[in-house]
């Protein structure tokens, strides 16, 4: 099993709403991100937790805030977004090791900032 | 600087036309690169792994190659069902996990 699910599928929230999108994966991987993607364009890296610890935040706005309850899920908490922030947010899991180590993604949340 | 090229941006074929698309990158140290399959409003799905060169992997109609600067995506005889995006992503050195990833091509198969 190799699934990988977030929720919600769809999301439309005010520039002044507070929410939150989740991911869970029960592959046992030890590495957990968080991606952005806009249309037409490729993910890009926004955090990366390892071993539930915060490891890379690739200059986030504080409006975005990851949290890692435990190893098998992660949350993006959502505050105070501007419509640019409007997107395809993908979460991801991969197994920590020496080489390597493909990440699996799951259908992603369709973040609409109104 | 850790960089992704794919080429070409989009590419169309008849089914049943044999092509490749290209994957080149420059990395410091490279652990892993990597193709996914991206189909619209949904997430990438794995499709290979490759960590050195010379190493080649096969899945149905697709083929990747590796070499030393760049990797290619064989597609035989394709069907419209491979229509989709082809993104190719690659893992440097240290042990943060982080992909950097390609402007993807995007393919599509006329029957």
């Known amino acids: 099993d190799t699934e990988v699910t977030q929720t919600p599928k769809h999301l439309v929230m005010g520039m002044t709403n507070k929410k939150s999108l989740k991911c869970e994966q029960h592959?046992?991987?030890?590495?957990m991100y968080w991606y952005k993607q806009k249309a037409k364009k490729p993910p890009e890296l926004m955090f990366v937790?390892?071993?539930?610890?915060?490891?890379i935040n690739e200059s986030v706005p504080s409006r975005f805030s990851p949290e890692c309850p435990n190893s098998s899920l992660l949350n993006l908490h959502l505050h105070a977004l501007q419509p640019e922030d409007s997107a395809l947010y993908l979460c991801?899991?991969?197994?920590?090791?020496?080489?390597?180590?493909?990440?699996?993604f799951g259908q992603g949340t369709r973040l609409t900032v109104v | 600087e850790d960089q992704v090229t794919q080429s070409p941006e989009a590419l169309r074929l008849q089914e049943g036309e044999s092509s490749s698309l290209n994957c080149s990158y420059t990395?410091?140290?490279?652990?892993?690169l990597f193709w996914y399959r991206q189909d619209p409003g949904k997430g990438p799905e794995f499709l290979f792994t490759?960590?050195?060169a010379g190493e080649e992997k096969e899945k149905e109609r697709l083929k990747a190659t590796l070499t030393k600067k760049e990797s290619f995506l064989h597609i035989t005889a394709p069907k419209p069902e491979d229509s989709a995006t082809y993104l190719c992503?690659?893992?440097?050195?240290?042990?943060?996990?982080?992909?950097?990833f390609g402007q993807g091509t995007t393919l599509q198969v006329k029957p």
């Open positions: 990395v410091s140290g490279l652990r892993g």
């Open positions: 592959m046992g991987h030890r590495a």
């Open positions: 937790y390892s071993y539930e610890k915060l490891s």
């Open positions: 991801a899991s991969s197994p920590m090791g020496q080489g390597g180590t493909e990440a699996f």
């Open positions: 992503a690659v893992q440097a050195a240290g042990n943060t996990g982080k992909l950097i």
């Open positions: 490759l960590y050195s």
